[in-house]
């Protein structure tokens, strides 16, 4: 689990900063870069070869059926992916690092409203707390005054509500694909095992690509790739560069949010994932000179504190438990075992 938060923290920074750079230097097609954060999976395949799979997982009478109904998912999911990606391209590209990370924070709250309806996820005092101090961290974020000016690049008004809408919309899309990714584990692919994680990352993702690559012809867009690796400001190479880097940390952290995902919950994956946020506006502001500002460290501090009171939520769902197992040990009563998953949940 160490091992699968550690791939969500550091490939969702990597990719957050790469993808601001390659605007801030030039880059101006959204389709390339929506692109590179799914067309990276071709570097999971070796892994496919050194991980195990459950044969028995189907049933034989059933195994066309259930094969049939999980492609179909992976197509469904493939295509939403494709969706959610455009709508985040949109929203880096005319927000500041920091602003975008932020809003990004709401994604928990959808999450926990999707777990309610679709994982049976139950609330709490704390959990409704956590929810209500990240939505104001995120809603502070529309009375910025100098956000546009945040970055190194100045937008007008109207592309900042633009970028803003975008990011709310696809942090909304992606609180909804974890829940429906642990309802496919669940019912779908019924098994816990490293292959299951990658071929998941890998499927859908192929799947996006080719919708995105369709995109980006349709769109037009292809035509113009090369005059903008031309007119990088770091060049030729430092452009491909970004793009293959960008790619890779995209997959990381897929990997990463799929396996903590079918390890604990949807929601404990989006929790590591909002524990992330503040280490990519410290980097912003260190490495590509990005202001943080008194409202936005103020819109910081709460979702920091909204993730805390979530964190003190599973810790007395964990002494609740360990009560409940010692009590049974000491009167001699057997007790059924428990879920690990289930027992990482707010309850």
């Known amino acids: 689990m160490l091992l699968y938060s550690f791939f969500v923290l550091a490939g969702q920074s990597v990719g957050t900063i790469l993808g601001r750079v390659y605007y801030d230097n030039g880059g ?4 390339m870069a929506t692109l590179v954060q799914v067309i990276g999976f071709p570097v999971l395949i070796p892994f496919q070869f050194f991980t195990t799979t459950n044969k028995n997982n189907f049933n034989d009478n059933n195994t066309r059926r259930q094969k049939l109904h999980l492609a179909t998912f992976y197509v469904a999911i493939g295509i939403f992916l494709a969706v959610d990606c455009m709508l985040y391209s949109i929203g880096l590209q005319y927000l500041p690092v920091t602003t975008y990370t932020l809003l990004c924070a709401s994604q928990l709250g959808f999450n926990a409203v999707f777990s309610l309806f679709l994982n049976r996820q139950r609330f709490t005092p704390f959990i409704i707390n956590s929810l209500f101090l990240l939505t104001v961290s995120s809603a502070l974020l529309v009375f910025e005054p100098d956000t ?10 109207r592309k900042y509500v633009i970028g803003f809408v975008c990011t709310l919309a696809a942090s909304a899309g992606y609180a909804i694909m974890l829940s429906l990714t642990q309802l496919a584990f669940q019912h779908l692919i019924k098994k816990e095992t490293t292959r299951a994680i990658v071929d998941m990352t890998i499927y859908q993702n192929l799947v996006a690509t080719v919708v995105i690559v369709v995109g980006l012809f349709a769109a037009g867009d292809w035509r113009r790739l090369e005059a903008e690796m031309e007119g990088f400001k770091t060049g030729r190479v430092s452009y491909l560069m970004n793009l293959f880097w960008t790619a890779v940390s995209w997959q990381v952290f897929g990997v990463g949010c799929i396996g903590l995902i079918f390890k604990v919950s949807s929601l404990f994956s989006n929790v590591i994932s909002i524990l992330g ?12 000179g990005e202001r943080l500002t008194g409202l936005k460290a103020v819109s910081m501090l709460l979702a920091v504190w909204g993730f805390v009171s979530y964190i003190y939520q599973h810790y007395l769902d964990d002494l609740k438990r360990k009560e409940l197992e010692r009590s049974g040990n000491d009167a001699g009563v057997e007790l059924p075992l428990v879920d690990e998953r289930a027992s990482a949940r707010p309850s």
């Open 28 to 31: 101006k097609s959204n389709w």
């Open 277 to 288: 946020l503040p280490a990519a506006p410290v980097l912003a502001v260190i490495f590509i």
């Open 148 to 157: 546009a000016a945040g970055g190194p690049t100045k937008i007008s008004k």
